[in-house]
């Protein structure tokens, strides 16, 4: 994979983190230990939040005034790597807190392991969570028994957990990454999906085909698979409704392609509003983009407006956006720490808006001219 360097905006001007400090409730983690040192450290823009476990897929929310980040948590299998992301055997997750973004990091215990999911068998991929009354709700894929990817809600008095999980995944819900975004008027909604290894391919009318197409639905001149969203019912337990599809569209109004693979859905929902617009972002997966559409209502549809993030390094690109201190935060994950796809971290920088109400992109390395000292 190519890295696409952007100019470096403003000052690299954001916070690095390099400062931050972990502190592990689980005295027996295993360190994260490079497997390749690819870069130096100097040549990221942030640094990894925690080096105790290795985390991806940072869904971070603000609560109480303290920053709530829950990953997925990545650990050193034994399956080889291939297109349906095998290697990716997540079987727990933990939670991480911050008083303040810079400051030292709080890695908690297990908030929910797969075996104590009555459903589930495997892979426990890309969380998220949401918060109603003083409830904490934690939203997670897995596998269940037959292979199909299902999504399952736990729930905990705690934001840290422990989560205890309801006996069976929300009714109707089929492949990954749930982002559970919460209007103004107290409505919760999911965003959800995946191609390739996530079986959105595989679930179009929302029923398993485990024969199905592997990676999309390969008609590159057709619509591309697009993510779904579905109201969520008062008690964030079920869908208020049947998943609709979310349509990203191009300034014309026309649905991207399938073939259009910098700018097509792959994975990775993330919702977020910004002066009464609603901004649905993703990755592009198989091109390494973290792009965004803009759009006027929760269900769409959203024009795409560009790319918030260039590629990383490592395979897979899954973020989440937050206001915090007045300031807007982009949370996501490389492979600094192992140079492997299967062992990542998370890490954060500020994100910027342009007075257009358009995301400034940001390049996740400090470029040679960015680093040079100025001259005399």
């Known amino acids: 994979m190519k890295h696409r360097h952007a100019l470096v905006w403003s000052a690299l001007a954001i916070t690095t983190l390099t400062g931050c400090q972990q502190q592990s409730d689980a005295p027996n983690a295993a360190a994260a230990q490079p497997a390749s040192a690819t870069r130096p450290a100097s040549d990221y823009l942030s640094q990894p939040l925690v080096k105790d476990i290795y985390t991806a897929d940072p869904s971070a929310h603000v609560w109480d005034g303290k920053i709530y980040v829950y990953p997925s948590h990545d650990i050193d299998g034994p399956t080889p790597e291939d297109d349906l992301g095998s290697h990716f055997e997540m079987r727990d997750y933990r939670v991480l807190r911050m008083d303040r973004i810079g400051g030292p990091v709080t890695l908690g215990p297990v908030a929910l392991d797969v075996k104590d999911v009555p459903w589930a068998d495997k892979q426990m991929w890309a969380p998220d969570a949401a918060k109603k009354g003083d409830t904490y709700y934690l939203y997670f894929p897995a596998k269940d028994k037959q292979g199909a990817f299902r999504i399952g809600v736990a729930t905990s008095k705690d934001p840290m957990g422990p989560f205890k999980a309801q006996p069976q995944p929300i009714k109707g819900s089929y492949s990954i990454d749930p982002a559970v975004f919460t209007d103004d008027d107290g409505q919760s909604y999911m965003y959800f999906g995946g191609i390739w290894g996530g079986q959105l391919q595989r679930n179009v009318d929302g029923v398993y085909d485990p024969d199905g197409s592997k990676t999309d639905l390969g008609q590159d001149d057709k619509p591309a698979l697009a993510p779904r969203v579905a109201k969520m019912t008062g008690d964030m337990l079920q869908f208020a409704e049947t998943p609709k599809a979310v349509q990203i569209v191009d300034e014309q109004g026309k649905p991207l392609l399938g073939g259009d693979h910098d700018r097509r859905f792959f994975e990775a929902s993330w919702m977020h509003k910004h002066k009464g617009k609603y901004y649905f972002s993703y990755s592009t997966g198989d091109t390494h983009y973290l792009a965004y559409g ?82 005399p």
């Open 294 to 375: 803009i759009g006027d209502s929760p269900y769409g549809p959203f024009t795409y407006k560009g790319r918030i993030l260039e590629p990383v390094e490592g395979w897979t690109t899954h973020h989440s956006i937050v206001e915090w201190n007045g300031k807007w935060w982009l949370f996501y994950a490389d492979t600094q720490l192992s140079g492997q796809t299967r062992l990542r971290n998370v890490k954060v920088t500020e994100l910027h808006y342009n007075p257009d109400g358009t995301i400034r992109t940001i390049d996740p390395f400090v470029t040679s001219a960015a680093k040079a000292p100025a001259a």
